[in-house]
């Protein structure tokens, strides 16, 4: 079969689908967490052989609403990648964050696939999370919910599938903290992942990635708003310190260039400067504080707290090594897909190109592919055409063999 | 005179000395500052002819103790570049923030010259800003004091000096903001200065600037202690805000691979990671958090806040040359040396490249030196041994014609 040849279509309307687990989940601290549920959905047919089966993985403000347009738009949507809004219009508000990814004749194609998407554990988009009620106490988790790592989101994932039926993926892939997942999976579960697709991602975040996950999680914690964590029911949130937070983390995921060519220098309002300290005054700094704005309406504070946490904890080395990246790769059985992007200095091609060449080391099939282009770690949401030839034909040999 | 081979020497014991300008300061803004008091230090003996002065102007969270030991060391010295503290350790608290290059035998060479440093217009170390309390109310001007641009600095810089019955300057020097108001002098009053020396600046900053610069101005007004900025005297002030603004500036002032060597992805506390949310895990988490804590200790907020927007605001070719950078530069008369780091990603080289080409397409003589140091923007502050021979064999070349 011909995969490039064939025109791209949609997923059409899809809606979030709620699946309670019905055992626990043990987590990495120690601790058990139960009543886990998880939002999930789901595009294409599951083959009878149950072996076509890709799990897409989402990053640290996704949700399970990955293609397709919602029945019910949501108030602001997950597709918030640097000029998507500018793309879709009003009417794209409700599209899935992987839209341009996965459907009939895309990347990931629903002609073939059984694509699964769902919200990770910790997230406050259906999943089980800090917002969640607690049954045990009929409040919500709140700080009180476990930490959780990127193993726990996978053996979440894991629990899932098996409700499900499907013992098998194909694939797994994701973008940045979705591409983490993806390592994870193929390192814990080895003998169930046929290939990954790790995107615009690292086996561990560099230091000033730290660094500025902090800073954005100081800036929540530090909002009296708050209240420990404890803010759920009081009418009041930490939208200030999560408004910093998304800034801080917007500015991240762009590349410096990209905002030169968006914004320059340009004044929002007047032909000069109007000498004011509290009003916004650059193109630039309006577009923040919209971009904190609609980002706080959208997202629970302590969700952002957990996730960010765990994507900083990930160290596949750490975890599974011994301090030894190769060593933590040692039992992958799964075929590798590495895809960076030269703007990426959150998380640069250096660290797939380390990833690429412990695997290679070891004898174990993988292709590392370095796109350039210039809007940053958010290249993964918008890149969305220089990547599909390379999903396709990668996941094309393995059909093939 | 050989002025490389000479042993370098300290300024010695130096106090902060204050000068009530007589005259009104006339702002950007069209407004007018009175009884604006200055903070100073100098260094060296002022020749009888006058003609020996360095002017030399801090950047964001500097003062007017440039050079040699306070007599009475402050809480926290403003000699924070990354590193300065491990290499001063305790006694090195009280070191002026360029201690390195001001002194006898130094590149601001105090055997020669006559080198004088203000504390700059908005700041909180001396200079009437935003926490000195406004004749006309008898309370602090907080909120209601004027907006200030760089160009009202070098007002108020040149009243200071016209106190003094200084009219020529032989050098105006600075890094970062400080260069920014060494420009400012040239193209300001071109037949008043000699020569500039511009460190790690830009003549506007670049939109990811604006951003991060918007990020921690936004960090401070959104803590509920600010209280509008009309926080002084209530027993609360926005250290919350201002720790996360200081956090975010630090992490700009470095670069990632400076962060890299010095902290990796150390856990401070313990083998393992201990699954905690609120406490700091890695080290250079801690050392973020200590940053923050020293500098809402020395720093005002709302200081910050002004000064910040100053260096935003600063735009030679919007502000003296109706979008021209050449046409900005026209009249220019002071030789220039610029000096930039090729790690400083907050105000990086391509900026220096920009007024470099400006000033030789109009004939002016200029030099333009790149240093490849790891440090980021905080490179200034640290690479003194790098810059010194720069500085004084550009120096020297005057002296000799």
Known sequence: MNNTMKPMGSIGFVETQYLDLHGPIRLDSGRELRDVRVAYETYGTL??????????????????HAAGSAKTA???????????????????????????????????????????????????????????????????????????????MVRTERAFLDALGIERLAVVAGGSLGGMQALEWAVQYPGQVDSIVVIASTHALHPQGLAWNAIARESIMRDPDWQ????????????????????????????????TDKFGRRLQFADDIRHTIVEPEFEVESYLRHQADSFVKRFDANSYLYI??????????????????????????????????????????????????????LGKPVENHLIDAPYGHDCFLLEEARQTPLIRDFLSRKMAS
Chains 1, 2 share one sequence.
């Open 308 to 361: 960010s946490r765990a994507l900083t904890y990930f160290d596949l080395a750490r975890e599974h090594g011994g301090g030894s990246l190769e060593k933590a790769l040692e039992n992958v059985k799964a075929r590798t897909l590495l895809i960076s992007f030269s703007s990426d200095w959150l998380y640069p091609p250096e660290a797939s190109d380390e990833i690429a060449a412990a695997l290679t080391n």
């Open 228 to 259: 420990g964590g404890h803010y759920y029911g009081t009418g009041r949130k930490p939208d200030a310190g999560m408004g910093v937070a998304r800034m801080v983390g917007h500015v991240t995921y762009l590349s410096g260039p990209a905002l």
């Open 47 to 64: 083959s009878p052989e149950r072996d076509n089966v890709i799990l897409v993985c989402h990053a640290l403000s996704g949700n399970a």
């Open 74 to 152: 949501p108030e602001a949507s997950a597709r918030d990648g640097f000029g998507a809004e500018d793309r879709d219009g009003a009417q794209g508000k409700g599209l899935g964050w992987w839209d341009g990814m996965i459907g009939p004749g895309k990347a990931f194609d629903t002609d073939q696939y059984f694509v699964v998407c769902t919200n990770l554990l910790g997230g406050c988009n259906g999943t089980t999370g800090p917002s969640t009620i607690d049954s045990a106490t009929g409040r919500p988790y709140g700080p009180d919910f476990p930490v959780v790592t990127v193993a726990d």
